[in-house]
T-cell receptor, first 114, second 109 residues
Framework: EAQVTQNPRYLITVTGKKLTVTCSQNMNHEYMSWYRQDPGLGLRQIYYSMNVEVTDKGDVPEGYKVSRKEKRNFPLILESPSPNQTSLYFC?????????????FGQGTRLTVV | SQQGEEDPQALSIQEGENATMNCSYKTSINNLQWYRQNSGRGLVHLILIRSNEREKHSGRLRVTLDTSKKSSSLLITASRAADTASYFCATPSTGKLIFGQGTTLQVKP
């Protein structure tokens, strides 16, 4: 079954404690991205990757890092989380980097930073 | 930036009725996509309509696209309680999808 898997689904952490949200896809997609979803602000892209070792900033990259060492994995790293990073996070993958095909989304990670 | 604006923001109907939601966008597009999101969960792709298409069907879903008006509509016919969700239109831009704010649909049994 084609899927994007995120872990963890829920996470409560304290300000400043580094954390990583993992994302893995089994469709051999070259393109992957991270979004955050906030009430009233909708879905906003954090980072994206066109291929292994190729990453680029999205609309709201501040406070986040990513890496793409393998095609299937695209972890999101918060080096020093702050309360304004409390949000619902989604990883997505797509066969086409131009968006000409459907995107597949993970189930989401609800992060709370206290 | 939010390219898609959706209307209405919220919609409540009875089971069996049809639901129509609209999306407007600002710039030229190659395609427009619709996604569904059940409460707090991941987005699921529903349908993709290309800029040279005017209408597309998938089961109980009908999507139209009017590139001259920069608008699209999603019609769900014979709605079911399981259709209760948020629906988003999305347009591709360089390296990303730009989502509208979404329409929250409630289908009452």
């Amino acid at each position: 079954e084609a899927q994007v898997t995120q872990n963890p689904r829920y996470l409560i952490t304290v300000t400043g404690k580094k954390l990583t949200v993992t994302c893995s896809q089994n469709m051999n997609h070259e393109y992957m991205s991270w979004y955050r979803q906030d009430p009233g602000l909708g879905l906003r892209q954090i980072y994206y990757s066109m291929n292994v070792e190729v990453t680029d900033k999205g609309d709201v990259p501040e406070g986040y890092k990513v890496s793409r060492k393998e095609k299937r994995n695209f972890p999101l790293i918060l080096e020093s989380p702050s309360p304004n990073q409390t949000s619902l996070y989604f990883c997505a993958s797509n066969l086409s980097p131009t968006g000409s095909t459907e995107a597949f989304f993970g189930q989401g990670t609800r992060l709370t930073v206290v | 930036s939010q390219q898609g604006e959706e209307d209405p923001q919220a919609l409540s109907i009875q089971e069996g009725e049809n639901a129509t939601m609209n999306c407007s966008y600002k710039t030229s597009i190659n395609n427009l996509q619709w996604y569904r999101q059940n409460s707090g969960r991941g987005l699921v792709h529903l349908i993709l309509i290309r800029s040279n298409e005017r209408e597309k069907h998938s089961g109980r879903l009908r999507v139209t696209l009017d590139t001259s008006k920069k608008s699209s509509s999603l019609l769900i016919t014979a709605s079911r309680a399981a259709d209760t969700a948020s629906y988003f239109c999305a347009t591709p831009s360089t390296g990303k999808l730009i989502f509208g704010q979404g329409t929250t649909l409630q289908v009452k049994p």
